[in-house]
């Protein structure tokens, strides 16, 4: 059996049984495929791909389907991952822009990436680390109980509400606000704490206490933002699915609400194949995503934080791929400089 006609083989068994969740027979291949030789040549070609584990019989059928190492050849031999049409680039866009909220965009991300591709859909928050302070605000709330927001230039805002342990006027906060503001602006969030002694020692004695107390503020602020975090969208799709999840959709729901579990997967995957990483089946560590497949890619400056669907194995993988990448660089490009 020749390499081009084992794959155009297998191609059209994946094919067949991603549109029609049947196990897919030499017949069928015969008759819905022209591949120009007989169908007694086809059930040998199957016989080849199943001795080398690239197909299989479900027990109760003569026809086969694709296994994970199947699936895995076909997604290797993708040569070029189909663009999007024009109305799914024209949704994509009218979703996405309009907001420079990070919180706001990453939702509207997850929501439009899982309609795209009836997956569940998953975005990593950027890594913030890096991220650059644009602004301080300090709101008086009570005498002694001040908001305490910090804006990234990457458009993620945190704030927290914290007791200064004195009693400020307005005009005392604002001066704080000022003193911190001019000198902070533009450091990296990652170099924050390195940064507020000189700002805390350079406020007047009377002052001090509320400024170690701002401090302290900006400095949780600055951490929680840099905290790995996720939003999904789509889990419902899962259950729709069930066909594809004989054993249970319980363990990939559990990957999924345990995010570390799924921050840790997207963080070790690859991006080998035109930008976009794929694990199938039983190449994901995670025993609970034995049946599914991941199709991911990064996003953002560095590409460091990743956005992308998991789903069954028998999925449309071209398509899949090819909105995930559609997707990352929207994003890329609202939330670039």
Same mark, same amino acid.
């Given at each position: 059996m020749?390499?081009?006609?084992?794959?155009?083989?297998?191609?059209?068994?994946?094919?067949?049984?991603?549109h029609s969740?049947?196990?897919?027979?030499?017949?069928?291949?015969?008759?819905?495929?022209?591949?120009?030789?007989?169908?007694?040549?086809?059930?040998?070609?199957?016989?080849?791909?199943?001795?080398e584990?690239?197909?299989?019989?479900?027990?109760?059928?003569a026809?086969?389907?694709?296994?994970?190492?199947?699936?895995?050849?076909?997604?290797?031999q993708?040569?070029?991952?189909?663009?999007?049409?024009?109305?799914?680039?024209?949704a994509?866009?009218?979703?996405?822009?309009?907001?420079?909220?990070?919180?706001?965009?990453?939702?509207?991300?997850?929501?439009?990436l899982?309609?795209?591709?009836?997956?569940?859909?998953?975005?990593?928050?950027?890594?913030?680390?890096?991220a650059?302070?644009?602004?301080?605000?300090?709101?008086?709330?009570?005498?002694?109980?001040?908001?305490?927001?910090?804006?990234?230039d990457s458009?993620?805002?945190?704030?927290?509400?914290?007791?200064?342990?004195?009693?400020?006027?307005?005009?005392?906060?604002?001066g704080?606000?000022?003193?911190?503001?001019?000198?902070?602006?533009?450091?990296?969030?990652?170099?924050?704490?390195?940064?507020?002694?000189? *700002?805390?020692?350079?406020?007047s004695?009377?002052?001090?206490?509320?400024?170690?107390a701002?401090?302290?503020?900006?400095?949780?602020?600055?951490?929680?933002?840099?905290?790995?975090r996720?939003?999904?969208?789509?889990?419902?799709?899962?259950?729709?699915?069930?066909?594809?999840?004989?054993?249970?959709?319980?363990?990939?729901?559990?990957?999924?609400?345990?995010?570390? *579990?799924?921050?840790?997967?997207?963080?070790?995957?690859?991006?080998?194949?035109?930008?976009?990483?794929?694990s199938?089946?039983?190449?994901?560590?995670y025993?609970?995503?034995?049946?599914?497949?991941?199709?991911?890619?990064?996003y953002?400056?560095?590409?460091?934080?990743?956005?992308?669907?998991?789903?069954?194995?028998?999925?449309?993988?071209?398509?899949?791929?090819?909105?995930?990448?559609? *997707?990352?660089?929207?994003?890329?490009?609202?939330?670039?400089?």
């Amino acid at each position: 059996m020749s390499e081009p006609r084992k794959l155009e083989v297998l191609r059209a068994i994946v094919e067949d049984y991603v549109h029609s969740r049947e196990p897919v027979g030499s017949k069928a291949l015969v008759e819905r495929h022209h591949l120009g030789v007989s169908s007694a040549t086809i059930r040998n070609d199957m016989a080849a791909l199943e001795e080398e584990g690239l197909i299989t019989a479900p027990h109760t059928s003569a026809g086969r389907i694709p296994t994970d190492k199947g699936y895995r050849l076909f997604v290797d031999q993708i040569s070029a991952v189909k663009p999007l049409s024009q109305a799914e680039r024209r949704a994509i866009q009218s979703l996405l822009e309009g907001s420079d909220d990070l919180d706001d965009v990453l939702e509207r991300t997850v929501r439009l990436l899982s309609q795209l591709t009836n997956q569940v859909a998953v975005v990593q928050y950027p890594h913030l680390s890096r991220a650059l302070i644009r602004h301080i605000e300090f709101v008086l709330l009570a005498p002694r109980k001040v908001l305490v927001v910090l804006i990234a230039d990457s458009g993620k805002v945190e704030q927290r509400v914290i007791d200064v342990g004195q009693d400020l006027g307005d005009d005392a906060l604002a001066g704080l606000r000022t003193r911190f503001l001019g000198s902070l602006a533009g450091t990296p969030l990652g170099q924050l704490g390195q940064s507020l002694p000189a *700002v805390v020692s350079a406020v007047s004695p009377g002052h001090r206490q509320a400024a170690q107390a701002l401090a302290q503020g900006l400095e949780l602020l600055a951490h929680s933002s840099r905290e790995d975090r996720m939003v999904m969208a789509g889990t419902a799709n899962l259950a729709r699915s069930n066909v594809d999840f004989p054993l249970s959709i319980g363990p990939v729901l559990e990957a999924l609400e345990e995010q570390v *579990v799924m921050l840790r997967l997207l963080s070790e995957m690859a991006q080998d194949h035109h930008g976009v990483a794929v694990s199938i089946g039983r190449e994901n560590p995670y025993d609970g995503l034995a049946e599914a497949s991941v199709v991911a890619t990064g996003y953002g400056p560095d590409s460091a934080a990743k956005v992308g669907i998991l789903g069954p194995t028998r999925m449309d993988y071209p398509t899949t791929m090819a909105a995930v990448r559609a *997707v990352a660089r929207y994003l890329s490009r609202i939330l670039g400089p």
